[in-house]
C-alpha cells in the first residue's frame, strides 16, 4: 500500500488479468533477468559444469473446479468413483552455484505424460537458452530414448536416475558391477561405495554408449528420540552421456544428487512460503502466468540476497527474515 499509493488489487482482480496476460512476455523478463546475471558473471558453475535440472510437480487438485486445461482421473472411495480434476506442470532451473536460477516452466496437457511435456519446454528452452547449460539432470521418469536424442542434437550431456530393474542395461550394469570391487570413500559418517563404468549398449533405441554409475551410501545417524546409533544404507544409480574423461565420478556423483535441488530449494519453497498451489483463477493462462511471476520474483529476491547482503548477514538470518524486511 506504501508503494502503490493506494488498496491492494482484491484476488478477483488478480485472477481477471493474469487470464489476459501474454505469456511470452514474462518468459522475455525471465530472460532478461538471466541474461544480466550472466553477463554480471553471477552464475557460478556447479562442479565445473552448468547444470539444467528439470522435475514435475502436481500443484492443484479439486473435485469440484476444472478448466480446460485441467487433467482428470479416477479417484475410488467407499462412496463410488470420483473424477478428480488437477494440474501438472514441469520446470526446468539452472543449478548455480550460490543460488538456483528458474528458466521456464510448462503445463502437461490432456492425454499427454510427463515426458512429452518435458519435451516440449525443452525444445523452447534449447531454442531461448542456447548456450545457458552443458548437462542437464533428471529422474528416472526421462530415462527415455526420444528426451536424450533431443540434447544430444544439440550437444548437451545427459545424467538420469537407472531404478527400472527392467532394463537390459539395468541388468547388464548389475551383472558387471557384481564382478568389480567398488571404490571406498569415507566422509566423516558417510560411507561411500562406488562402481563406475562406461560402454554399456544394452540400451539399443539410444544406439550410443552410455556410461552408469553405481553409489551405496551408508550413513550412520543418532536417533533423536532412543540415542541410539543406526546406519542407513541408500542405493543410487546413474545412467549418463559424459565420459569418464569429460566428469569425474564424483562429479557424477554430486551432480545426480543435486537434482533433489529443485525440490527442496524451488518447488517445497515455493510452496510452503510463497503459495505457488494457491489458485487464484482457475484459467490455465493464469495459472501459468502466476508461475511464471512468481519464478520471476524468486530470481529478483535470490539474486538481491546473495549479490548484495554480506555472507556474515546472511548466515546469522532465514531468508523469511529478509522477504519480512522487505514487504
Known amino acids: 500500500r506504501r508503494w ?6 482484491s484476488a478477483d482482480t488478480i485472477g481477471r488479468v493474469f487470464c489476459q496476460v501474454v505469456l511470452v512476455s514474462i518468459r522475455s523478463l525471465l530472460h532478461h533477468l538471466y541474461s544480466r546475471l550472466k553477463r554480471n558473471k553471477a552464475l557460478k558453475k556447479t562442479h565445473g559444469f552448468q547444470v539444467l535440472i528439470l522435475d514435475g ?38 543449478s548455480g552455484r550460490d543460488f538456483p536460477v528458474l528458466l521456464d516452466v510448462e ?15 525443452c525444445e523452447r528452452i534449447l531454442k531461448d537458452y542456447p548456450r545457458a547449460f552443458s548437462v542437464v539432470v533428471a529422474d ?25 530393474e527392467r532394463r537390459d542395461l539395468m541388468e547388464d550394469a548389475r551383472g558387471l558391477f557384481q564382478q568389480e570391487k567398488p571404490l571406498i570413500q569415507i566422509e566423516g559418517n558417510l560411507k561411500r561405495q562406488i562402481w563406475d563404468m562406461e560402454g554399456f549398449t544394452s540400451w539399443q533405441s539410444l544406439k550410443r554408449e552410455i556410461r552408469v554409475v553405481r553409489c551405496v551410501e551408508t550413513r550412520t545417524i543418532r536417533r533423536q528420540r532412543t540415542g541410539e546409533i543406526e546406519e542407513e544404507t541408500s542405493e543410487w544409480i546413474w545412467a549418463t552421456t559424459l565420459s569418464q574423461k569429460e566428469a569425474s565420478t564424483e562429479a557424477i556423483i554430486h551432480l545426480g544428487h543435486d537434482r533433489w535441488l529443485i525440490e527442496n530449494k524451488v518447488i517445497n519453497e515455493m510452496v510452503t512460503y510463497w503459495h505457488a498451489d494457491h489458485v487464484y483463477h482457475h484459467h ?10 512468481l519464478m520471476l520474483v524468486l530470481n529478483l529476491f535470490r539474486a538481491f540476497l546473495y549479490l548484495n547482503i554480506k555472507p556474515e548477514w546472511r548466515s546469522k538470518h532465514t531468508q523469511i527474515y529478509f522477504a519480512m524486511l522487505i514487504s
Open 4 to 9: 502503490l499509493g493506494r488498496a491492494l488489487p
Open 57 to 94: 510437480h502436481e500443484h492443484t487438485s479439486s473435485y469440484l473446479r476444472c478448466c480446460s486445461g485441467c487433467l482428470r482421473r479416477t479417484i475410488h472411495t467407499r462412496e463410488g468413483d470420483r473424477i478428480q480434476y488437477y494440474h501438472r506442470n514441469v520446470l526446468a532451473m539452472l
Open 107 to 121: 503445463e502437461q496437457k490432456r492425454k499427454e505424460n510427463e515426458v512429452s511435456c518435458a519435451l516440449r519446454l
Open 140 to 164: 528416472g521418469l526421462y530415462l527415455k530414448a526420444p528426451f536424450f536424442k533431443l540434447f544430444l542434437r544439440h550437444g548437451k550431456h545427459i545424467i538420469a536416475v537407472l531404478k527400472d
Open 284 to 293: 490455465p493462462t493464469a495459472i501459468v502466468a502466476f508461475w511464471l511471476t
